[in-house]
């Protein structure tokens, strides 16, 4: 039985990734500091192959037996998240990449990093294909989640070519579900609450951005295609169905029936205009797309908020 740790395993891409690896007859150990992921996302899980360690993953990592892969998923993950905890965020990307990366050398685990679209910041090439090296400001807001994460592609990729660790790196692009949380700040969960309040949906800065959004499962068969596949360059996972956020507010609205309407708010800092993944490399080598459709996606991440949403 394949052994598999996973750091941020009580988040929301975490907590799916265990049940994903338990359901394909992996014994799983996930560490989370509980910053941002919460015991409630995984508290279901009653299997004795399944365990908890609560751990800030910037510490030294000990794990007693063999481990056969461990994938790097704690980080601080949403815009007000990062705003918040800038100081962790750059820990993990860059000293928890570290610690895990050592503990994957030390077993001669197989290592997979989440990365990120934001690596390519304010993107000036578009779709953005994994050749592209990005348009980051390195000081501006987001500069300690983007450069975090790309600190960490750049220590995996190190640690590969001197230690010949077998690593992987995906990069995630914006991604919705259940077990994202209510007041994360991003805009799947803002759009739903306040549909599902009534409230109107705050739409920032004129609503032209645009972002391509992956239902979680979809994504999470992704990176397990990429962690079993031989693919050491960088893969984008996510959806490429490309839209406005305006048309994205619309959307809500007409899949919730609800009678909110839309109110502008001003665009954060450095907020990126255009997104979506070039997803090539996934196709030909991971034979890997996106199968559900962002109706039926909104419909179950719905059905969770429902139950958070106090009225
Ligand atoms: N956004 C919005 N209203 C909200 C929250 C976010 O219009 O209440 C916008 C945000 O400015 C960005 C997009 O929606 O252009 C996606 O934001 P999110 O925080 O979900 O993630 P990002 O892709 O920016 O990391």
């Given at each position: 039985?394949?052994?598999?740790?996973?750091?941020?395993?009580?988040?929301?891409?975490?907590?799916?990734?265990?049940?994903?690896?338990?359901?394909?007859?992996?014994?799983?150990?996930?560490?989370?500091?509980?910053?941002?992921?919460?015991?409630?996302?995984?508290?279901?899980?009653?299997?004795?192959?399944?365990?908890?360690?609560?751990?800030?993953?910037?510490?030294?990592?000990?794990?007693?037996?063999?481990?056969?892969?461990?994938?790097?998923?704690?980080?601080?993950?949403?815009?007000?998240?990062?705003?918040?905890?800038?100081?962790?965020?750059?820990?993990?990307?860059?000293?928890?990449?570290?610690?895990?990366?050592?503990?994957?050398?030390?077993?001669?685990?197989?290592?997979?990093?989440?990365?990120?679209?934001?690596?390519?910041?304010?993107?000036?090439?578009?779709?953005?294909?994994?050749?592209?090296?990005?348009?980051?400001?390195?000081?501006?807001?987001?500069?300690?989640?983007?450069?975090?994460?790309?600190?960490?592609?750049a220590i995996t990729m190190a640690y590969h070519r001197f230690h010949g660790l077998e690593t992987r790196i995906v990069r995630i692009f914006n991604t919705y579900g259940p077990r994202m949380r209510l007041?994360?700040?991003?805009?799947?969960?803002?759009?739903?609450?306040?549909?599902?309040?009534?409230?109107?949906?705050?739409?920032?800065?004129?609503?032209?951005?645009?972002?391509?959004?992956?239902?979680?499962?979809?994504?999470?068969?992704?990176?397990?295609?990429l962690l079993f596949s031989d693919l050491t360059e960088p893969c984008n996972i996510g959806n490429p169905a490309e839209m406005t956020i305006q048309q994205f507010a619309e959307a809500i609205i007409k899949f919730s029936s609800t009678k909110s309407d839309i109110v502008y708010r001003p665009l954060p800092e450095d907020d990126p205009k255009q997104r979506k993944p070039d997803i090539t490399?996934?196709?030909?080598?991971?034979?890997?797309?996106?199968?559900?459709?962002?109706?039926?996606?909104?419909?179950?991440?719905?059905?969770?908020?429902?139950?958070?949403?106090?009225?």
């Amino acid at each position: 039985m394949p052994r598999t740790v996973v750091t941020g395993g009580a988040g929301f891409l975490g907590s799916h990734l265990c049940e994903a690896l338990l359901a394909q007859g992996h014994e799983v150990i996930a560490l989370d500091d509980l910053s941002t992921g919460a015991i409630e996302n995984i508290h279901h899980i009653r299997d004795e192959r399944f365990l908890f360690i609560k751990q800030d993953v910037t510490n030294f990592l000990y794990i007693e037996g063999p481990v056969d892969y461990v994938l790097h998923f704690a980080s601080p993950a949403s815009p007000i998240d990062y705003l918040e905890r800038p100081i962790p965020t750059l820990k993990v990307g860059s000293l928890g990449t570290h610690k895990a990366l050592g503990l994957a050398l030390t077993k001669r685990a197989r290592f997979l990093l989440a990365s990120t679209s934001e690596v390519y910041g304010d993107p000036l090439v578009h779709p953005q294909t994994e050749e592209y090296w990005g348009n980051v400001n390195p000081i501006g807001p987001r500069g300690v989640y983007d450069e975090a994460k790309r600190f960490a592609e750049a220590i995996t990729m190190a640690y590969h070519r001197f230690h010949g660790l077998e690593t992987r790196i995906v990069r995630i692009f914006n991604t919705y579900g259940p077990r994202m949380r209510l007041n994360d700040g991003r805009v799947v969960p803002n759009f739903i609450k306040q549909a599902l309040l009534g409230e109107p949906l705050t739409v920032f800065g004129d609503g032209s951005q645009t972002r391509s959004f992956c239902y979680v499962s979809d994504l999470i068969d992704g990176i397990l295609k990429l962690l079993f596949s031989d693919l050491t360059e960088p893969c984008n996972i996510g959806n490429p169905a490309e839209m406005t956020i305006q048309q994205f507010a619309e959307a809500i609205i007409k899949f919730s029936s609800t009678k909110s309407d839309i109110v502008y708010r001003p665009l954060p800092e450095d907020d990126p205009k255009q997104r979506k993944p070039d997803i090539t490399r996934a196709r030909q080598r991971l034979h890997w797309e996106p199968k559900v459709k962002l109706e039926d996606g909104i419909a179950s991440t719905m059905e969770y908020f429902r139950t958070k949403v106090k009225p």
